[in-house]
C-alpha cells in the first residue's frame, strides 16, 4: 500500500501481518492503519505496533509472535514519478508507482 500523510509517501505491506487481513480495507488515522480483522493498529512511518504491544505489555510473552512489526518500504520521488524498494527473491529492487 502507499499513502501520503502530512506531504509524505509512506510504502508497506497491504496484509497485515498478524493473520494477513486486507489493510486496504483498514482504517488509516493520525499515522496508523487498524486491521479491519483484529483491530491490530501498527504505525505507517515505522511499522511498529501500537495495539495490542501498548495496551498489553504484561502478555507482551505470550502475544509477541503475532506482534510483528508491519514491514515498510523506502520511498523516494524521482521527478514525478514515486518509486518504492521492494524485496525480490535475488535482493532488493525499485518498482515504480
Not at 508497506?12 to 482504517?27: M, N, Q, R, W, Y
Not at 502475544?63 to 510483528?68: A, D, K
Request: net charge negative; hydrophobic share 35%; with cysteine.
Amino acid at each position: 500500500m502507499v499513502v501520503k500523510l502530512e506531504e509524505k509517501i509512506y510504502a508497506f505491506d497491504a496484509e497485515c501481518p498478524h493473520l494477513g487481513a486486507p489493510l486496504e480495507e483498514g482504517t488509516l488515522w493520525d499515522g496508523s492503519i487498524e486491521c479491519p480483522w483484529h483491530h491490530y493498529i501498527y504505525d505507517i512511518r515505522s511499522g511498529a505496533n501500537l495495539y495490542p504491544r501498548n495496551v498489553y505489555p504484561e502478555d507482551l510473552p505470550d502475544l509477541e509472535e503475532s506482534l510483528r512489526p508491519l514491514r515498510i518500504y523506502p520511498v523516494s520521488r524521482v521527478g514525478d514519478s514515486l518509486w518504492v524498494e521492494l524485496p525480490t527473491a535475488q535482493g532488493n529492487g525499485d518498482c515504480r508507482i
